[in-house]
Nanobody, 127 residues
């Protein structure tokens, strides 16, 4: 599966932004999907993930209550709705997918557990 992320931009603190990630191929529904971010000089950080069926989600503590992940099977897309953005949310955001058919009981957060990656979209939040 190939992933294409979009929706990043420059916003002010407190604003909202929605990131989109569109997948190519026929196996979108078989993949656990996730969003990661990487700020300059830092490691990739797990932000959020959603199960294959969409019934289970997971969020990093730093974004819990502010970000919402969702997926649309008809559009083969996963979204990250980001509200109440803070300057510390500034980073390049990547969407990622687990291998097709992996049956996770929980949403995993390790970068190495995700096989497919999009190209990243920059989010900059000014104070």
């Amino acid at each position: 599966v190939q992933l294409q992320a979009s929706g990043g931009g420059l916003v002010q603190a407190g604003d909202s932004l929605t990131l989109s990630c569109t997948a190519s191929g026929r196996t979108f529904s078989g993949h656990v999907m996730g969003w990661f971010r990487q700020a300059p000089g830092k490691e990739h950080e797990f932000v959020s993930g959603v199960s294959r069926g969409g019934e289970t989600t997971r969020y990093a503590d730093s974004v819990k209550g502010r970000f919402t992940i969702s997926r649309d099977y008809a559009k083969k897309s996963v979204y990250l709705q980001m509200n109440s953005l803070k300057p510390e949310d500034s980073a390049v955001y990547y969407c990622a997918a687990r291998d097709n058919g992996v049956r996770d009981t929980v949403i995993v957060t390790r970068r190495d557990d995700y096989v497919y990656w999009g190209q990243g979209t920059q989010v900059t939040v000014s104070s």
